[in-house]
């Protein structure tokens, strides 16, 4: 319960990283009280005028692309055999417009791509899903590091869904692909949430997983 003889404390909090830039992480300043936000320790009370702490962001997810070796076959069908698997080979004739789910980069013009219909929720509850998805002709796979979310979503309308561990859907909402960032950190906020799909919105169709670290 809080204290009725406490007053309120209004922050000022600047976030920066601790690359080599120089910058710094969190700090927040309250008149003479400092409170520096340790990535370790949590929060500390420094009562010393302008005191400053630094700290490397935590590494709070992973982004998941496709291994492309679960589609390498099928750039060796035919166009009729293809088709007896729900697929469909295509050259790209403009560019944006077909994310690549191996390198989650959009493939250039003249490109080959499958377009092919993808188990991409493979749960044992109602929210198993399949969708299509298209992958490039030798695709490398995406190298992602902690916290990094892919170029190819930030100019899209997403739509970004939080699933459980047994895989029942707990949020979901349609945002910018400017507002990403916060969405799936308000996202992991919520210990309820075990991963995280994010979907181009318009098509519907998905296009990455994102998972705790």
């Given amino acids: 319960m809080a204290n009725k003889g406490a007053k309120a404390i209004q922050l000022n909090i600047?976030?920066?990283?601790?690359?080599?830039?120089?910058?710094?992480l969190a700090k927040a300043t309250h008149n003479r009280t400092v409170i520096s936000l340790d990535c370790n320790a949590g929060i500390r009370r420094d009562r010393r005028t302008?005191?400053?702490?630094?700290?490397?962001?935590a590494n709070r997810f992973q982004v998941q692309a496709l291994d492309y070796g679960?589609?390498?076959?099928?750039?060796?069908?035919?166009?009729?055999?293809?088709?007896?698997?729900?697929?469909?080979?295509?050259t790209v004739s403009e560019t944006p417009g077909t994310p690549c789910r191996v390198s989650l980069r959009?493939?250039?013009?003249?490109?080959?791509?499958?377009?092919?219909?993808?188990n991409h929720l493979a749960t044992g509850s109602p929210y198993h899903a399949q969708g299509p998805i298209f992958v490039r002709k030798d695709a490398e796979p995406a190298s992602l590091s902690g916290n990094e979310l892919p170029a190819?979503?930030?100019?899209?309308?997403?739509?970004?869904?939080?699933?459980?561990?047994?895989?029942?859907?707990?949020?979901?909402t349609v945002e910018p692909g400017s507002e990403i960032d916060g969405v799936v950190d308000s996202f992991l906020d919520d210990p309820e949430t075990a991963f995280i799909h994010i979907h181009f919105a318009k098509p519907g169709c998905f296009a990455c997983s994102v998972v705790r670290t």
Avoid at 111 to 118: A, G, K, M, P, Q
């Fill in 152 to 172: 190819m979503l930030r100019s899209r309308i997403l739509s970004v869904r939080a699933y459980n561990a047994a895989g029942f859907m707990t949020k979901a």
């Fill in 14 to 24: 600047v976030l920066h990283d601790t690359s080599e830039t120089g910058n710094v």
């Fill in 50 to 57: 302008r005191v400053r702490q630094t700290c490397p962001m």
């Fill in 70 to 90: 679960q589609f390498s076959g099928y750039f060796n069908m035919s166009d009729d055999e293809l088709a007896g698997m729900h697929a469909a080979r295509m």
């Fill in 106 to 118: 959009d493939a250039e013009v003249g490109e080959e791509v499958i377009l092919i219909s993808f």
